[in-house]
């Protein structure tokens, strides 16, 4: 489902059609492996981590360098972070759906404009 390959593909796809990203940070980039920053403004962006070797995708929403929300997979595995709980893994139905970046990207619209934060 996930890839480096196929987040980097999503990510320029959504950057492109976002107005609401004021720019893209590619921290860390190799074969298997990813880390990026994608900003709405500067205390509030979106953090991805991609290693394809272990199977582990991250994606979080972050606000003044605490989560906000997240998705987590872990060999295959998902879990969910929720806007309310931040620190809580949700392991209902809902929170073990596999997601691809956009997806979250979606979700994290979503939770940006309930909570006011841009």
């Given at each position: 489902m996930n890839s480096?390959?196929?987040?980097?593909?999503?990510?320029?796809?959504?950057q492109r059609a976002s107005y609401?990203?004021?720019r893209t940070e590619i921290l860390e980039h190799e074969n298997t492996f990813l880390k990026a920053r994608?900003?709405?403004k500067e205390e509030l962006y979106m953090q991805v981590y991609r290693n394809d070797e272990y199977?582990?995708?991250n994606f979080v929403l972050i606000l003044h360098d605490e989560r906000v929300y997240g998705r987590d997979e872990i060999r295959g595995k998902w879990h969910r972070?929720?806007?309310n709980k931040p620190y809580v893994h949700d392991t209902s139905q809902n929170g073990e759906k596999a997601v691809k970046f956009k997806e979250f990207f979606e979700e994290?619209?979503?939770?940006?404009?309930?909570l006011w934060l841009i």
């Open positions: 480096v390959d196929s987040i980097l593909q999503e990510i320029a796809e959504v609401l990203i004021v994608i900003y709405f199977g582990t995708t972070h929720p806007e994290v619209k979503i939770i940006i404009h309930d």
